[in-house]
């Protein structure tokens, strides 16, 4: 599962819907962990110059190489982004996520499931992220073993998807399988600090050289109206979570229209596309409504409530749980 965490910030801005064939980027092929929602706001601190990064040293060498003139590309990019989402104080957007499997999913072009939600977030540490509607693709024929067979996407009516909260202090994620309300909590020193120093920092307009400690980033395949950034991990701990992420954005605005996120292993990779129509920004009239989104749930009837550190030995000791 996708940190969604990561994704806080990829609407610092109006967003469009664009082709998706245009993100770019090649699929890379490095093998890596599954990504679980355990990164909190804040991040670790970034290392001094010549310190190892969080979860190992830089790798020797970077998987591609840029003149100075790319360089200077993308670091006027970057700082052009920088500048823009610094203005962004609060937003609620809806978006389309793609997810396509190579191994298990009608085919590498194709998408196997196709989700709708909302994502929500308050400057500096404060988010919600929710899937509120799931299609998966089936074949109309199950018998048909055929690579090439017809299929269609079907609403699944009772799947229920993803949905966390984040108000500044820890992090609560509903697990409709077992029904708990897993609760992370974010360490004192590391509350009210900008989600921007988190699992992808450049989705949330982190500054220009934070970006550069972290990421091998190169422009990618554009054209006169988009930039596409391919931003490649350095430290050994994101590069866990996935292996390269694919940035698009308007070039008149300098803001995200769409994400694309390999995951490690070369097969899976996650494309989300933004819906301006449906995008409020900056908006003074969301009142109380957008203020008690981030707050933190009541757990609900017939859940329990579990600390995420309690998760794994909470089977040989069902007292690690937390009652409501």
Sequence with gaps: MINRLLLIGALCGAMTAAPL???GGQQPSSPGAGVAPQVAPGGAPLPAAGQAAPGGNL???PPF??????QQQVLTTLQMWEQTSKEIKNFSAEFTRLEYDAVFGPGRDQHMIESTGTLSYSKPDKGSFKIDEIKRWTKKNPQDASPTAPGEY???KDEVGE???????AIYEYNHRDKQLVVTRIPDELRGQNISDGPLPFLFGAEAAKLDQRYWIRIGPSNPAEIVLVAKPKWQADAANYDQVDVML???TMQPKALQVYLPGGQQKHVYVFNLEKTRINETNLGEWFTGLFSAPRTPFGWTKVNAETIAP???NPQNAIKR
Excluded: F, I, N
């Design 21 to 23: 064939s245009r993100v």
């Design 250 to 252: 308007d070039r008149k």
């Design 163 to 169: 949905h966390w909260v984040c108000d500044g202090k």
């Design 314 to 316: 909470q089977a040989a």
């Design 154 to 156: 079907l609403l699944q």
């Design 65 to 70: 190489q840029l003149s100075d003139v790319e």
């Design 59 to 61: 790798p020797p060498t």
